[in-house]
């Protein structure tokens, strides 16, 4: 386990990675993977500036018990540096997104 005031940007860098790696994948097939679901002005804690952060919807990926789950997140999305932020709030709901599809997954294995 990483101590904990490292924790925050390691899961920082992970969604960067992520989301370079999405952009890619996405742009080969020609979908658009990311919608915009509302839009705040408030203090970016990407870029640490005020503007419009946008509150987004994305498909994403992670394993969990050995499987790929694949399920809809929420992000916040700056786009003034062209990156994903998940606040503690969205962790908490992403990760039940998760464990909730990885359920319909393992329903669907026991047919
Ligand atoms: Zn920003």
Redesign the pocket.
Known sequence: MLPEHLKFDYDIIYIRIKKVVFDLVFSIIGVDYMKKLKSEKKL?L??M?E?E?DIVEMIDTEIFKGEEVTFKAIYEY?N??DELLETEEMIRANSLAMKDAYKIMDGYKKL
Request: hydrophobic letters at 35%; glycine letters at 12%.
């Open positions: 970016c990407i870029c500036e503007h952060v700056c003034v540096g």
